[in-house]
């Protein structure tokens, strides 16, 4: 660990121009509708398929189911259903409905294509809804003629499938009210199936961790004193649950906000001298509920705190602030200008 007297090479942080910026209510869904795997709410959905496809000589297999955050894309193959009375969108490329038309129903022309298309549809939204295995039973009907443009989507399902050996991507765009009950769905299983108990945690945002020697500790918290925490100035931190190391992450701007996206890989614990003294630098601390432990723990999930985005850090000894600092950059390195 090193130190620098004037620190003229040393830069403050811009995290209002390194952090990449998600909205809010996209944040929010991260641990619920983006994480869930829709496909568990509808286990009798092969059943309805598999002897229909059979009877065509067609093998269908699904590749991935992943829910996003964005629009079907814009097509001239695209229906509209309703899912308990709100409307929803079945889209696919041009191109791939040729090829889905070409499997099934060979050398067809255009209108009977369509005939086919628009039959298979029909009978996949009435699949859905006899396999829809929710707490409350849903009805899912079919809107012939609806305008597609019109139908207000908040998110969809991609669903990438091969039709024998022809690749294809189906997307279904829902509604507000569809994505909020698969969010809360989402949300309570994993809360139910994990071990957290009740109560609330104190998270904390930790950059760095030092092993100072007791001697020099008065000369690291002095106003003004630059220290070189050798680590390479990224988003990537660790949170803390109380004084536990938890999860890696990686800092965001959440609306002026700090935010943290869970990351997958092991956590990185740096190994601390005996006899020196443990200092962390760390973002303001945050308190929430014990059970929201649980979303937050996949990967993707995105914690939204109320800790405005700046570089200001504190420096702490046994959970206790001991310093205020400035969060700073020094040959691609972090350091900090202790305030």
């Keep these: 660990m090193t130190t620098s007297g004037d620190g003229n090479d040393v830069q403050l942080w811009e995290p209002h121009r390194v952090l990449r910026r998600v ?5 929010l869904l991260s641990r619920g509708f983006l994480r869930c795997r829709p496909e568990k709410w509808f286990p009798a959905l092969s059943t309805h398929w598999t002897p229909v496809l059979h009877a065509l000589g067609v093998e269908a297999k699904i590749s991935e189911i992943k829910p996003v955050l964005a629009r079907p894309p814009a097509t001239d193959v695209a229906f509209v259903g309703t899912v308990a009375g709100e409307q929803m969108i079945l889209a696919m490329e041009g191109e791939a409905a040729d090829a889905l038309s070409d499997e099934l129903v060979p050398g067809a022309g255009p209108k009977a294509a369509a005939i086919v298309l628009e039959y298979f549809i029909r009978r996949f939204l009435g699949s859905l809804g006899l396999s829809w295995s929710g707490p409350e039973a849903t009805t899912v009907t079919f809107d012939r003629g609806a305008d ?8 969809s399902v991609r669903v990438a499938l091969t039709v024998n050996t022809t690749p ?9 009210r569809m994505v909020d009950t698969l969010d ?6 994993v809360q139910v199936l994990s071990k957290v108990s009740g109560g609330r945690s104190t998270i904390r945002l930790e950059v760095a961790q030092l092993g100072v020697p007791p001697q020099m500790l008065a000369e690291y ?5 630059v220290i ?4 390479k100035a990224s988003e990537s931190i660790t949170l803390k649950v109380g004084n536990k190391p938890w999860m890696p992450a990686r800092l965001l701007d959440v609306g002026g906000k700090l935010g943290c996206e869970m990351t997958p890989g092991a956590l990185t614990v740096p190994q601390i001298a005996e006899g020196a003294t443990q200092l962390s630098v760390e973002f303001d601390s945050l308190e929430m509920e014990s059970a929201q432990l649980a979303e937050l723990s996949q990967a993707g999930a995105i914690l939204i705190s109320s800790i405005p985005v700046s570089g200001v850090v504190r420096l702490v000894i046994n959970q206790e602030k001991v310093a205020d600092a ?3 950059v020094y040959e691609g390195r972090f350091a900090i200008e202790v305030q």
């Design 23 to 27: 909205q809010a209510g996209d944040a």
């Design 148 to 155: 597609v443009s019109s139908v207000p989507v908040v998110g």
């Design 168 to 176: 294809i991507t189906v997307w279904i765009g829902l509604g507000q």
């Design 184 to 189: 809360g769905l989402w949300r309570r299983q």
């Design 221 to 225: 918290l002095t106003k003004g004193t």
């Design 228 to 231: 070189d925490l050798e680590v």
């Design 326 to 328: 400035r969060l700073c």
